[in-house]
């Protein structure tokens, strides 16, 4: 066991425990229960006992697990009360998992993003199960009269060997509760795991399958209205009048009205290009649908309107002149490349990208005086939660957030200026509104992945050594580079420029951010280098990783060169790399983010004279795996994304305004075009644990690409990989 001092959460711990004086009773679903028996579900606890603010004990043993972060797909809602269960030590099936509201008090970092949750609550949430079963062993060692010392616990039962005795977590769960909370406790070796490690089942599941309301669209509530919002056509313009007389006299509409949604306190999260709005209240979705179409807007130009072909120019001319801000420069790379027996060189693209989850914004909100309920799907509640308390001049503590189960987040409902525009709605109408996005409006007003540009150039030696790398990066809004990751620590003359262009496009965080392209434009170029060096590409990025372990370069670099090689040979063994199957074209790549290693081979055949993923082999170092059944999905699902939107996938504008607004032209993956096979290994470290929601993403798109060069001999530089030119020459039905 580990001892760990509780006094980060104390106070957390004391407020709870200071609200456990008496029983409570809470109202929850039986099917939200992770295993019920049946003789569980006739006997549900006559009284509940707050332990802490993650946990509360029924009379009857039953126990329920707060899940705190927002539930994106990524399985917190599960994983991290197994990871409470684990230390409470109390069987699965006698967990009930809720969902928390933004609880500031006694929770920390309520945010779904950067694939962190399990990692950043790794720590607090162990603390949590083991200081509840400490007060637990405290109670009933006083009860027993024997030393807590002498007793032991097993699936939420204490036992005194000596005496045999024995008790229930329920039958102590009320003294427990008035216990001082321990100065230390101890946390499980994690040899001595039950919980983690072991596959459980989505607790969501069957709510989930069964059609059950789980998501922000399902939210009703007595006297909703629904709401919709009117916003500018393009980027670059603004509301200058409207004639709202049509819509006001249709079946079904309350109210046509403008609002300004930008709080006078802005959080990083306010990010939304348009503020003031036209909302349109009525009884009925359909109605209120209609009746935005009937608007007659005039709109007037606020700044520039943008198109693609201008992004495209600008970022062009950069890569092109050199002029940047030099971020990392190691050794004398102009000089290296002077006398470099061989040089290479590629540039690399990509188009925005919308997020496109499948459930387009929406939130509920009621108003009244002095108080806000919001409720819906948000990734950060805390930050909405102040900006709404700016926007309607009421005091923060009188704001409740409830988070609803998301239906696809990537990072587009980290911006939650949906969640304001209800809050103003509701305040201006008072009454409990529903505020809801159509498709279109979700894509053309969204906060899109960056459009990016980066050129690389490598310098080799006569003996086809890697001697010199050079990379500039540019982007809307940022540049996609990060200066110490492989390869800098590997390569004595290294360079890094960046760039950013101003924009009045809003872009921010889309998966696996920035990682989501340089990772396919860094392990394409490293294939390209391998190629020319006339080495296989896995021996390749081995020899660098060499250099990188025994004799570094520079004094910070990101990454631990061991775990990236480890994770390469792990594949490398899996895959039965070097082994040539005819037909089969293999490409490989690996990449560092979100503290993880995930290194990926593609096997791509040629069918009906069209490219199709037959499988993708996957090795993963993301320390130790919470949820095995759950980090596969996440791992599937990355893989799945990261091959549609490499191949598929692109945004574009003209005048400020998206090509694309909806399906008909923004393409995403078909069900047929998904990888027929995907095999992945994880490495056995025992290392606390580190992201998983995003890691796959990135390195596939390389593999895929390095892939593709197999079997046609064409470098994919330029994203989406099918483009109008390859497209023809497969002759794919692209909208079929």
Same mark, same amino acid.
């Given at each position: 066991?580990?001892?760990?001092?509780?006094?980060?959460?104390?106070?957390?711990?004391?407020?709870?425990?200071?609200?456990?004086?008496?029983?409570?009773?809470?109202?929850?679903?039986?099917?939200?229960?992770?295993?019920?028996?049946?003789?569980?579900?006739?006997?549900?606890?006559?009284?509940?006992?707050?332990?802490?603010?993650?946990?509360?004990?029924?009379?009857?043993?039953? *126990?329920?697990?707060?899940?705190?972060?927002?539930?994106?797909?990524?399985?917190?809602?599960?994983?991290?009360?197994?990871?409470?269960?684990?230390?409470?030590?109390?069987?699965?099936?006698?967990?009930?998992?809720?969902?928390?509201?933004?609880?500031?008090?006694?929770?920390?970092?309520?945010?779904?993003?950067?694939?962190?949750?399990?990692?950043?609550?790794?720590?607090?949430?162990?603390?949590?199960?083991?200081?509840?079963?400490?007060?637990?062993?405290?109670?009933?060692?006083?009860?027993?009269?024997?030393?807590?010392?002498?007793?032991?616990?097993?699936?939420?039962?204490?036992?005194?060997?000596?005496?045999?005795?024995?008790?229930?977590?329920?039958?102590?769960?009320?003294?427990?509760?008035?216990?001082?909370?321990?100065?230390?406790?101890?946390?499980?070796?994690?040899?001595?795991?039950?919980?983690?490690?072991?596959?459980?089942?989505?607790?969501?599941?069957?709510?989930?399958?069964?059609?059950?309301?789980?998501?922000?669209?399902?939210?009703?509530?007595?006297?909703?209205?629904?709401?919709?919002?009117?916003?500018?056509?393009?980027?670059?313009?603004?509301?200058?009048?409207?004639?709202?007389?049509?819509?006001?006299?249709?079946?079904?509409?309350?109210?046509?009205?403008?609002?300004?949604?930008?709080?006078?306190?802005?959080?990083?999260?306010?990010?939304?290009?348009?503020?003031?709005?036209?909302?349109?209240?009525?009884?009925?979705?359909?109605?209120?649908?209609?009746?935005?179409?009937?608007?007659?807007?005039?709109?007037?130009?606020?700044?520039?309107?943008?198109?693609?072909?201008?992004?495209?120019?600008?970022?062009?001319?950069?890569?092109?002149?050199?002029?940047?801000?030099?971020?990392?420069?190691?050794?004398?790379?102009?000089?290296?490349?002077?006398?470099?027996?061989?040089?290479?060189?590629?540039?690399?693209?990509?188009?925005?990208?919308?997020?496109?989850?499948?459930?387009?914004?929406?939130?509920?909100?009621?108003?009244?005086?002095?108080?806000?309920?919001?409720?819906?799907?948000?990734?950060?509640?805390?930050?909405?939660?102040?900006?709404?308390?700016?926007?309607?001049?009421?005091?923060?503590?009188?704001?409740?957030?409830?988070?609803?189960?998301?239906?696809?987040?990537?990072?587009?409902?980290?911006?939650?200026?949906?969640?304001?525009?209800?809050?103003?709605?509701?305040?201006?109408?008072?009454?409990?509104?529903?505020?809801?996005?159509?498709?279109?409006?979700?894509?053309?007003?969204?906060?899109?992945?960056?459009?990016?540009?980066?050129?690389?150039?490598?310098?080799?030696?006569?003996?086809?050594?890697?001697?010199?790398?050079?990379?500039?990066?540019?982007?809307?809004?940022?540049?996609?580079?990060?200066?110490?990751?492989?390869?800098?620590?590997?390569?004595?003359?290294?360079?890094?420029?960046?760039?950013?262009?101003?924009?009045?496009?809003?872009?921010?965080?889309?998966?696996?951010?920035?990682?989501?392209?340089?990772?396919?434009?860094?392990?394409?170029?490293?294939?390209?280098?391998?190629?020319?060096?006339?080495?296989?590409?896995?021996?390749?990025?081995?020899?660098?990783?060499?250099?990188?372990?025994?004799?570094?370069?520079?004094?910070?670099?990101?990454?631990?060169?061991?775990?990236?090689?480890?994770?390469?040979?792990?594949?490398?063994?899996?895959?039965?790399?070097?082994?040539?199957?005819?037909?089969?074209?293999?490409?490989?790549?690996?990449?560092?983010?979100?503290?993880?290693?995930?290194?990926? *081979?593609?096997?791509?055949?040629?069918?009906?004279?069209?490219?199709?993923?037959?499988?993708?082999?996957?090795?993963?170092?993301?320390?130790? *795996?919470?949820?095995?059944?759950?980090?596969?999905?996440?791992?599937?699902?990355?893989?799945?994304?990261?091959?549609?939107?490499?191949?598929?996938?692109?945004?574009?504008?003209?005048?400020?305004?998206?090509?694309?607004?909806?399906?008909?032209?923004?393409?995403?993956?078909?069900?047929?075009?998904?990888?027929?096979?995907?095999?992945?290994?994880? *490495?056995?470290?025992?290392?606390?644990?580190?992201?998983?929601?995003?890691?796959?993403?990135?390195?596939?798109?390389?593999?895929?690409?390095?892939?593709?060069?197999?079997?046609?001999?064409?470098?994919?530089?330029?994203?989406?990989?099918?483009?109008?030119?390859?497209?023809?020459?497969?002759?794919?039905?692209?909208?079929?």
């Amino acid at each position: 066991m580990t001892l760990v001092k509780t006094s980060v959460n104390r106070r957390s711990f004391l407020k709870a425990s200071a609200m456990a004086s008496g029983g409570m009773v809470l109202g929850f679903s039986w099917l939200a229960s992770c295993a019920p028996t049946p003789e569980q579900i006739k006997s549900p606890p006559k009284e509940w006992f707050n332990i802490n603010g993650f946990l509360k004990v029924g009379d009857n043993g039953m *126990v329920t697990i707060m899940s705190p972060n927002p539930e994106i797909g990524q399985n917190v809602k599960t994983s991290m009360p197994m990871i409470i269960a684990e230390e409470l030590d109390v069987d699965w099936r006698d967990v009930v998992v809720k969902q928390a509201g933004l609880d500031k008090v006694n929770f920390s970092r309520q945010l779904a993003g950067g694939s962190q949750s399990i990692r950043q609550g790794w720590q607090s949430l162990r603390m949590a199960g083991a200081t509840a079963r400490r007060m637990l062993m405290e109670a009933a060692a006083q009860q027993m009269q024997v030393p807590v010392a002498e007793l032991s616990t097993n699936a939420g039962t204490i036992s005194h060997e000596k005496s045999g005795k024995s008790v229930g977590y329920g039958e102590v769960a009320s003294l427990a509760g008035t216990m001082t909370v321990p100065e230390e406790i101890e946390l499980k070796d994690p040899k001595d795991f039950k919980i983690i490690g072991t596959s459980r089942k989505n607790v969501d599941g069957k709510d989930i399958v069964t059609g059950k309301p789980l998501y922000g669209l399902d939210v009703q509530r007595d006297g909703m209205k629904i709401a919709m919002i009117a916003h500018p056509p393009a980027f670059g313009l603004k509301l200058k009048s409207f004639d709202a007389s049509k819509a006001k006299a249709m079946p079904g509409i309350l109210d046509v009205f403008e609002i300004n949604t930008a709080p006078e306190d802005r959080q990083w999260s306010d990010t939304n290009a348009f503020t003031n709005l036209v909302a349109v209240v009525g009884n009925s979705t359909w109605e209120v649908m209609k009746a935005k179409r009937a608007l007659e807007i005039e709109w007037e130009e606020d700044s520039k309107l943008e198109s693609s072909i201008n992004h495209e120019e600008t970022l062009s001319n950069f890569v092109e002149s050199g002029k940047a801000k030099a971020s990392r420069k190691d050794g004398n790379p102009a000089a290296a490349f002077a006398n470099a027996a061989k040089v290479v060189e590629r540039t690399f693209s990509a188009p925005f990208l919308a997020h496109n989850t499948m459930e387009p914004m929406n939130f509920f909100a009621h108003v009244t005086t002095d108080k806000a309920e919001l409720e819906g799907p948000i990734q950060t509640p805390e930050f909405m939660s102040k900006s709404v308390a700016s926007l309607l001049g009421i005091p923060e503590e009188n704001i409740s957030i409830m988070m609803t189960r998301m239906g696809g987040g990537f990072g587009r409902r980290l911006y939650g200026h949906f969640g304001l525009e209800a809050a103003a709605i509701s305040q201006k109408v008072n009454a409990p509104v529903k505020l809801v996005y159509t498709r279109e409006d979700d894509m053309t007003q969204g906060t899109y992945r960056p459009a990016y540009k980066v050129s690389y150039k490598a310098g080799l030696d006569e003996n086809n050594n890697l001697v010199a790398f050079q990379v500039r990066g540019a982007g809307t809004h940022g540049s996609p580079l990060f200066a110490n990751r492989y390869p800098a620590g590997a390569v004595d003359n290294y360079m890094v420029e960046e760039f950013a262009k101003d924009s009045n496009i809003s872009t921010g965080a889309w998966r696996a951010p920035r990682s989501n392209f340089i990772a396919c434009a860094e392990q394409s170029f490293l294939d390209e280098v391998a190629e020319a060096a006339g080495k296989d590409p896995i021996e390749f990025r081995l020899e660098l990783f060499d250099r990188a372990i025994k004799n570094p370069v520079g004094e910070k670099n990101d990454y631990d060169a061991e775990r990236y090689a480890g994770v390469l040979k792990l594949l490398k063994e899996k895959s039965g790399w070097g082994k040539e199957t005819p037909g089969v074209h293999r490409g490989v790549s690996a990449y560092f983010c979100h503290n993880s290693y995930v290194a990926q *081979v593609v096997d791509v055949v040629m069918e009906d004279g069209q490219p199709k993923v037959q499988k993708v082999w996957c090795a993963v170092d993301c320390g130790i *795996v919470v949820n095995p059944d759950a980090a596969l999905n996440q791992i599937e699902g990355g893989i799945v994304d990261g091959i549609g939107h490499a191949m598929y996938s692109g945004l574009s504008f003209t005048d400020g305004k998206s090509d694309q607004s909806n399906f008909d032209k923004y393409r995403l993956i078909r069900h047929r075009e998904a990888p027929t096979e995907i095999e992945t290994f994880f *490495v056995d470290n025992g290392i606390d644990p580190t992201g998983l929601g995003e890691p796959s993403l990135p390195p596939v798109a390389a593999a895929l690409a390095n892939a593709l060069y197999k079997a046609d001999g064409e470098r994919r530089a330029q994203q989406p990989f099918m483009n109008e030119e390859l497209r023809n020459r497969y002759k794919l039905n692209v909208t079929g």
